[in-house]
C-alpha cells in the first residue's frame, strides 16, 4: 500500500509533494519560452546588442537547467544540449563574433530538432523567427 503524502507547509495553507507538482509549468510551457529566448538571441545580437543577447542566452540555458530538475528524463540531453552548443554560443558572444555566433546557433538548432524527433516529437521544429517574439524591447545597441 502506498504511503500517504506528506503535507507542506506553505504561507497559504498545506500542499503535498504531487500537488506542488502538478502546478509546475509544463515541458511544452517552458520549451515555448525557451525557443522565445533563444530567438532573442539572436536578434539582439544582430542588433549589435550584445549585452542582450548574452542576456537570453542565459535565460535559455537557465530555463533548460530547470526543466532538466522538473523533467530529469531530458537531463542527458539537456546537460549535451548546454555543454557541446549553448555553451560555444555563448562564448561567441562574449567574443562579439557573429559569424562564430550564426553558425553556433545553427548549429544549436538543429541539434534542437534531432532531440525532438529522438524524444518522440518530430513534429516540433525549431526555426529562427523572421522577427524577434517580444518587440516591446530595444535590440539596437545604442551609441
Known amino acids: 500500500m502506498a504511503e500517504p503524502s506528506r503535507k507542506i507547509k506553505t504561507k497559504h495553507g498545506e500542499l ?3 500537488e506542488i507538482g502538478g502546478l509546475l509549468p509544463g515541458t511544452g510551457e ?9 530567438s532573442m538571441s ?5 542588433g549589435g546588442n550584445w549585452e542582450l543577447g548574452k542576456y537570453y542566452l542565459r535565460r535559455t540555458r537557465s530555463l533548460l537547467r530547470g526543466l532538466a530538475v522538473t523533467r530529469p528524463k531530458y537531463a542527458k540531453q539537456i546537460r549535451e544540449f548546454d555543454v557541446d552548443y549553448l ?10 563574433d557573429l559569424w562564430s555566433f550564426d553558425a553556433r546557433y545553427e548549429e544549436a538548432t538543429d541539434q534542437a530538432n534531432v532531440y525532438h524527433v529522438d524524444t518522440g516529437h518530430p513534429y516540433i521544429r525549431w526555426v529562427r523567427p523572421e522577427e524577434p517574439p ?8 545604442e551609441t
Request: include cysteine.
Open 16 to 18: 503535498t509533494l504531487e
Open 30 to 38: 517552458v520549451m515555448r519560452s525557451v525557443g522565445e529566448c533563444f
Open 87 to 96: 555553451e560555444a554560443a555563448y562564448q561567441a558572444l562574449i567574443e562579439r
Open 42 to 46: 539572436w536578434h539582439a545580437a544582430h
Open 134 to 141: 517580444e518587440r516591446g524591447l530595444d535590440l539596437q545597441l
